[in-house]
């Protein structure tokens, strides 16, 4: 039996409107939250993101701005900046867009960030935070992926969570949000990385598999344990000559043979990738509400 399609898209629509109708209520006392974007360069995926950001702003109901820099800002002239940002009352969330120019030092600019404006919780106190089970915001993708599990009733509570990659962005917090003593939470976690010997040992004993690692269709169907849950961090480009773009995207699963395993498994696109954004919005929300 082929395993559920958990619809991201869906869970993604169904948040968003909840966080509009909170906004709505925050709009009625005559606050708006806000979220500054900084775009540092004219990287093509970045503007994308970027643009996306700002669309779902308006779709939730916040108000947004993107201030654009060129390729050749200096490290202080943004450091002024993110200043501002800070001391501005009106501004709940700050973003800056990843990657940054070779002349700008992203952890020095990541820590400028006023962690109670940190909307992507990338800096250390929020990292700390995080880490200890008491956090300010929880980071976009794994908080995303915790969704997707809590609103497809896979919820890792008791549960064996594999999780293949170790990045600062998605392995390394939603390891630490899945082995807290709490809600959505409360796994046994193994974390696999490209040091790990016999990938596919450990990859058959999760209840709960998260593939996270940025190579495309690693995980096949035969790594999968019968009856686990897959969910596809991944999103890659591999070349297609039958596409018009010569590219498809994919995902770090082989779906087609990890569908016949599992119960349930994310699409991509379609899976985590919408949860991203609106947990990003669910964070400048929670920025509005922390003050």
């Known amino acids: 039996m082929s395993a559920a399609i958990i619809d991201g898209k869906k869970i993604a629509e169904d948040i968003k409107n909840e966080i509009a109708s909170e906004v709505l209520k ?46 050749s800002t200096f490290q202080d002239e943004l450091l002024t900046l993110i200043g501002e940002l800070n001391a501005n009352p009106k501004v709940s969330g700050i973003l800056v867009q990843l990657p940054l120019p070779k002349q700008i030092n992203e952890s020095v600019i990541i ?25 300010v915001f929880l980071p976009c993708t794994p908080a995303g992926v ?9 919820d890792p509570s008791g549960k064996h969570t ?15 949000m899945l082995i807290q003593k709490s809600k959505g939470a409360n796994s ?15 990859t058959k004993q999760a209840d ?28 890659n480009r591999v070349a297609d000559a039958s596409k018009k773009s010569g590219f498809r995207l994919t995902g770090d ?12 498994i994310t699409p991509v696109p ?12 669910k964070n400048t929300l929670k920025a509005v509400l922390k003050k």
Request: some cysteine.
């Open 253 to 264: 699963v082989h779906f087609d043979s990890a569908k016949e395993v599992a119960s349930a």
């Open 188 to 202: 046994t976690v193994t974390v696999c990385h490209t040091g790990t010997k016999d990938l596919s040992y450990h």
């Open 26 to 71: 925050l709009k009625q006392t005559g606050v708006v939250p806000h979220l500054s974007v900084v775009l540092v360069g004219d990287n093509p995926a970045s503007e994308v993101y970027v643009r996306n950001k700002g669309k779902m702003c308006e779709e939730v109901g916040m108000s947004h701005e993107t201030i654009k820099l060129p390729v």
């Open 208 to 235: 709960i598999l998260i593939a996270a690692m940025g190579q495309a269709e690693v995980i096949r169907g035969d790594m999968i344990k019968p009856g686990a849950v897959v969910i596809d961090v991944g999103m």
């Open 162 to 176: 594999v999780i293949v990659g170790r990045s600062n962005i998605v392995g390394k917090p939603l390891a630490s």
């Open 146 to 154: 915790q969704e997707l599990l809590l609103r497809s009733n896979a």
């Open 111 to 135: 820590n400028s960030i006023d962690p109670f404006k940190d909307v992507d919780c990338f800096h250390p106190f929020n990292v700390g935070k995080l880490s200890i089970g008491e956090p």
């Open 270 to 281: 379609g899976g985590v990738g919408p949860m991203t954004i609106i947990m990003l919005m």
